[in-house]
């Protein structure tokens, strides 16, 4: 049972452009909303993440919007840029075991000049 | 500051094989560890996790087993690999009581 969903599967934007990732979770229990960025062949790199108390976060061009009646949250990049090219995870965390993430499935961005 | 490294970076095996993939984090004590594996284009799959020396939790039934002999060593064993055991595996370390989790590079594991 994949407890966070994520789309789109894949996404391509023009340089310049905003892209626009979204996430959906069931679990009212999970406190702690992470995004990871991950380019090929490499480990994933935590980018911003967000607390159910407030409803954005925005750190440079990357910015995390959370609606927790919806439970959804969604990452939106301003002024995508061919480098900001890979893939992306969104994932949710409660207070279980060690804190474990439960990841989406990714997104895979590809931003073109 | 706080480094986490994986080895090896790739790794070939047949069916039926051994395996040990180590991990380890500097910079930090006491630290919780994960070991997930990600298949190709897809998400990752939470294997194991450890809040302390000794102490392993399995998140999924498989062919793999994890130990944690000391602190900042966590490692990933098998002792005959599967053609399904092939991917992207990674471990990764957060600070007890705090979620954000640090990934290391991850090794490419290939069955045939």
């Known amino acids: 049972q994949q407890q966070v969903k994520q789309s789109p599967q894949s996404l391509i934007v023009q340089k310049g452009g905003i892209s626009i990732i979204n996430c959906a979770y069931e679990?009212?229990?999970?406190?702690?909303f992470p995004w990871y960025q991950q380019f090929p062949g490499k480990g994933p790199a935590l980018l911003i993440a967000i607390r159910p108390d407030v409803s954005e976060k925005k750190e440079g061009r990357f910015t995390i919007s959370f609606n927790k009646s919806a439970k959804q949250f969604s990452l939106h990049i301003m002024d995508s840029q061919p480098g900001d090219s890979a893939t992306y995870f969104c994932?949710?965390?409660?207070?279980?075991?060690?804190?474990?993430?439960?990841f989406g499935t990714g997104t895979r961005l590809t931003v073109i000049p | 500051s706080q480094t986490i490294h994986q080895w090896p970076a790739t790794l070939v095996q047949p069916v039926g094989s051994p395996l040990s993939l180590e991990c380890t984090v500097e910079g930090t004590s006491n630290p919780n560890l994960y070991w997930y594996r990600q298949a190709a284009g897809r998400g990752l799959q939470l294997l194991f996790y450890?809040?302390?020396?000794?102490?392993i939790s399995s998140e999924v039934p498989q062919n793999l087993s994890a130990s944690r002999p000391q602190d900042r060593q966590f490692i990933l064993s098998s002792k005959k690999l599967l053609l399904s055991d092939s991917g992207f595996y990674l471990c990764a370390w957060s600070a007890q009581r705090f979620n954000e989790q640090f990934f290391g590079p991850g090794t490419r594991l290939t069955v045939l």
């Open positions: 679990n009212t229990a999970f406190d702690y």
């Open positions: 450890s809040v302390g020396i000794g102490q």
């Open positions: 994932a949710a965390s409660d207070q279980t075991g060690a804190n474990n993430l439960f």
